[in-house]
């Protein structure tokens, strides 16, 4: 069975970082796109970040630029979420998924975690 599972969620308070992982099972992810989403409460699933199977093409949303910082260990079947100077705003539950095809990510991804939550709080 093909899984995506994150990991790395807590409460921290606003300026503190967190590292989100996602590891895969039943599959390997180094033939996937792999990309960041996260939705709060009342709010569009946003899409963050995405890295290339090969990790030399991410792309991240302005929101989170120069903020979060994605990365893979394809060795380690795993792909990571780096997420420096929190703000409350970033509070929410956080996604990763993948694809094949097409080699960028979307809102339609083949795969998706169940999520983990972030809260950003004082």
């Known amino acids: 069975q093909l899984r995506l599972v994150e990991s790395g969620g807590d409460l921290v308070q606003p300026g503190g970082s967190l590292r989100l992982s996602c590891a895969a099972s039943g599959f390997t992810l180094d033939n996937y796109v792999i990309g960041w989403f996260r939705q709060a409460p009342g709010k569009e699933r946003e899409g963050l970040a995405c890295i290339s199977r090969s990790g030399g093409g991410i792309v991240y949303a302005n929101s989170v630029k120069g903020r979060f910082t994605i990365s893979r260990d394809n060795a380690k079947n795993t792909v990571y979420l780096q997420m420096n100077s929190l703000k409350p705003e970033d509070t929410a539950v956080y996604y990763c998924?993948?694809?094949?095809?097409?080699?960028?990510?979307?809102?339609?991804?083949?795969?998706w975690g169940k999520g983990t939550l972030v809260t950003v709080s004082a």
């Open positions: 998924a993948a694809r094949t095809r097409p080699t960028w990510c979307s809102q339609d991804m083949e795969y």
